[in-house]
């Protein structure tokens, strides 16, 4: 299933591309959530230094992430969640977690649990400005990985994307320090991977044994539906992504589709391809989508 299709076909330009999101559509629980809530267990365990931090500093927010997301998901999500008794159920798992956390819970604990109920990343913000990540669990990274960007405020964090320092840095900050409780965001993020595989926290050179035959089906868009919402008690800022991967033949079984994705691709700068890690293959896709 394609949730998403990002590709317009327009010349490429730098943008937030921020729409009002509605808080009931908040979190994306969908039938995978089984398959990859295991990988995130695993994940928390073998990769934790990659993939999760949390210090005791972020305890406040934390709690109350914790407490916000156990109330909203047995009421948004009956399908896949449960509240039994004073416990919250994941009902693709089987897992139960209390839903009123003990006094002396830790951020890392507190954390550690929300990242389980959820296919989401996430990171915690800092309520007062330059909004620096504080916290976070990221298991399914898009070459990237959270110690490389713990601390850093947006300008830091966005610095390698091509043109954003120039055009979305300044804007961005400013949004992000500004951001109200009553004013929820989203935006669509957008790469292509010559892989499935959701847990990707390197640069890689990418394949070389693809050939126009088999681009389509190798490579998979990879599109991460991000929110961002301040906490009204602690005035953290949550920032979550939803990553959703699609094989490309898939993406391009309607004709119009077909048409808009290369479009796309034709229309990227050297520079954005090459940092989105797509130069070893976008002229094969352009020639098996023409």
């Not at 927010?61 to 009421?75: N, Q, S, T, V």
């Not at 916290?135 to 959270?146: E, K």
Request: charge should be neutral.
């Amino acid at each position: 299933m394609l949730p998403y299709f990002p590709f317009t076909g327009e010349p490429y330009e730098p943008t937030m591309g921020l729409k009002t999101l509605d808080l009931a559509t908040w979190i994306e629980p969908d039938a995978a959530q089984g398959e990859q809530l295991r990988l995130k267990a695993d994940l928390l365990v073998r990769e934790r230094d990659l993939v999760f931090r949390a210090p005791d500093d972020t305890g406040p927010a934390c709690r109350e992430l914790y407490l916000l997301l156990a109330d909203h998901l047995p009421r948004q999500h009956p399908a896949f969640y449960r509240r039994d008794t004073d416990q919250l159920r994941v009902l693709s798992t089987g897992r139960t977690f209390p839903l009123q956390p003990r006094e002396d819970a830790s951020a890392d604990d507190l954390l550690s649990s929300v990242a389980l109920w959820i296919q989401e990343d996430l990171c915690l913000l800092s309520a007062t400005p330059p909004a620096k990540i504080v916290a976070g669990s990221v298991c399914f990274p898009s070459r990237w990985n959270l110690p490389e960007k713990f601390g850093l405020d947006a300008p830091a964090v966005h610095a390698p994307v091509p043109g954003f320092s120039k055009s979305l840095a300044k804007p961005t900050a400013h949004f992000l320090d500004r951001i109200t409780v009553d004013k929820p965001v989203w935006r669509l993020n957008w790469t292509l991977h010559d892989s499935d595989t959701l847990f990707a926290p390197h640069p890689v050179p990418g394949r070389t044994d693809l050939t126009e035959a088999t681009v389509l089906s190798a490579v998979h868009l990879r599109v991460e539906r991000q929110t961002l919402r301040r906490l009204p008690g602690t005035g953290a800022v949550v920032f979550t992504i939803r990553t959703h991967l699609t094989p490309l033949a898939e993406v391009i079984a309607q004709p119009e589709r077909r048409r808009l994705l290369h479009a796309t691709l034709a229309g990227l700068p050297g520079e954005v391809t090459a940092y989105k890690g797509m130069a070893t293959f976008i002229k094969l896709i352009l020639a098996a989508t023409k």
